[in-house]
T-cell receptor, first 114, second 114 residues
Framework: GAGVSQSPSNKVTEKGKDVELRCDPI?????LYWYRQRLGQGLEFLIY????????KSGLPSDRFSAERTGESVSTLTIQRTQQEDSAVYLC????????????FGPGTRLTVT | AQSVTQLGSHVSVSEGALVLLRCNYS??????LFWYVQYPNQGLQLLLK??????LVKGINGFEAEFKKSETSFHLTKPSAHMSDAAEYFC????????????FGSGTRLLVRP
């Protein structure tokens, strides 16, 4: 079946603007993660959704970052009043809470704040 | 809390030579460890994982890794490098809580010389 998809693939925005990034997980995957990958660095956990449970927001770097997920489907990550340090690749992953518990990653959205 | 250290941000080998990418972890619980590969402009792909079964884990593309508890290491190896192995490699440990989120190392870029 289809993998995790993300849109847009690239986003260039001006400092101070709001941006919204989208993630479509694999069908049937109840767990969804957002990670951030800054240039030359590893991935940093941002937020985790599992079904209808309260999300784990412990990785969000500031209150300018927020995310939503409707049921077990699409998720959006919103960054308000973007700053240059927000420039990074934002990766989404989904996982089925059974079997191998493997996270499947999307191709990412490359965000550039000018 | 779990953490991962990858020694060497860049590793360069000749085609046909041994590949050795180092990963050390810190974990307060028996660890679940992963190696991911990231090709340019793509998402992460799982190479292999350790889940407390065999200590020598075989993955895709001829890669394998050995879990050594006494050394808190999970180094990735491949006997003979191929040009197509050039990519970024990330070691990760699963967080010990119910979120299953991954804690990543900073990555190692593998360069393969002809």
């Amino acid at each position: 079946g289809a993998g995790v998809s993300q849109s847009p693939s690239n986003k260039v925005t001006e400092k101070g603007k709001d941006v919204e990034l989208r993630c479509d997980p694999i069908s049937g995957h109840t767990a969804l993660y957002w990670y951030r990958q800054r240039l030359g660095q590893g991935l940093e956990f941002l937020i985790y959704f599992q079904g209808n449970s309260a999300p784990d927001k412990s990785g969000l770097p500031s209150d300018r970052f927020s995310a939503e997920r409707t049921g077990e489907s699409v998720s959006t990550l919103t960054i308000q009043r973007t700053q240059q340090e927000d420039s990074a690749v934002y990766l989404c992953a989904s996982m089925r809470l059974a079997g191998s518990y493997e996270q499947y990653f999307g191709p990412g959205t490359r965000l550039t704040v000018t | 809390a779990q953490s991962v250290t990858q020694l060497g941000s860049h590793v360069s080998v000749s085609e046909g030579a041994l590949v050795l990418l180092r990963c050390n972890y810190s974990s307060s619980v028996p660890p679940y460890l992963f190696w991911y590969v990231q090709y340019p402009n793509q998402g992460l792909q799982l190479l292999l994982k350790y889940t407390s079964a065999a200590t020598l884990v075989k993955g895709i593309n001829g890669f394998e890794a050995e879990f050594k508890k006494s050394e808190t290491s999970f180094h990735l190896t491949k006997p003979s490098a191929h040009m197509s192995d050039a990519a970024e490699y990330f070691c990760a440990v699963r967080e010990g809580d119910s979120s299953y989120k991954l804690i990543f190392g900073s990555g190692t870029r593998l360069l393969v010389r002809p």
